[in-house]
């Protein structure tokens, strides 16, 4: 079974509102997340590495004012989508590392697909 | 800083071997994943291979790592249709880090 999960899976939103997708580790801790992005056609870009108890740290060309990412505990992510427009329409996909050292560790979330219309 | 590239597409009939290749940059990357996406589905992770290592076989997978060259390839032995979907090959420094994947390769399964 899943042992990252993310909600909602699916979701459309009006132009100028915010989204929120939750990232959860189901059966363990992860200090870090991290949050991708990928458009259509094209691979995964990295977004941001989420941090517990800290800020998030942003890749160049993301906007941290608009991708709002909070990791208040050790097992909880989650990304806004401020006043989301229809070029925010993408597939946001999280992952979270359980442990260090083996290279299965890195487990990845089912995605978000967001719409904004 | 990291670049993965693959080729965007691949075609074979149903029943042959598929082998989906990448190159990396990166020289101190410590884990190589192979991923797979179906059409409006996540990602799944297939397989995993160490910089360490030169091959690794999972029942019809075969991961092949030549780190001199940066070269990775993923062969799928007997390819059936439900292989059909976008293969990426990802790399880590770590296997905790952030991982940074390549461009994707279609494989196209014709029955």
């Known amino acids: 079974g899943a042992v990252v999960s993310q909600h909602p899976s699916w979701v459309i939103c009006k132009s100028g509102t915010s989204v929120k997708i939750e990232c959860r580790s189901l059966?363990?801790?992860?200090?870090?997340m991290f949050w991708y992005r990928q458009f259509p056609k094209q691979s995964l870009m990295l977004m941001a590495t989420?941090?517990?108890?800290?800020?998030?740290?942003?890749e160049q060309g993301v906007e941290k004012d608009k991708f709002l990412i909070n990791h208040a505990s050790l097992t909880l992510s989650t990304l806004t989508v401020t006043s989301a427009h229809p070029e925010d329409s993408s597939f946001y996909i999280c992952?979270?590392?359980?442990?260090?050292?083996?290279?299965?560790?890195?487990?990845f979330g089912e995605g978000s697909w967001l719409t904004v219309v | 800083g990291e670049d993965v590239e693959q080729s965007l597409f691949l075609s074979v009939r149903e029943g042959d071997s598929s082998v989906i290749n990448c190159t990396y940059t990166?020289?101190?990357?410590?884990?190589l994943y192979w991923y797979k996406q179906e059409p409006g589905a996540g990602l799944q992770l297939l397989t995993y291979?160490?910089?360490?290592?030169d091959m690794k076989q999972d029942q019809r997978l075969t991961v092949l790592l030549n780190k001199k060259d940066k070269h990775l390839s993923l062969r799928i032995a007997d390819t059936q249709t439900g292989d059909s979907a976008i293969y990426f090959c990802a790399e880590s420094y770590g296997g905790y880090q952030k991982v940074t994947f390549g461009t994707g390769t279609k494989l196209q399964v014709i029955p």
């Open positions: 059966d363990f801790q992860a200090t870090t």
């Open positions: 989420s941090n517990e108890g800290s800020k998030a740290t942003y």
């Open positions: 992952s979270a590392s359980r442990g260090r050292g083996t290279g299965n560790t890195i487990y």
């Open positions: 291979i160490f910089s360490n290592m």
């Open positions: 990166d020289s101190s990357s410590t884990y």
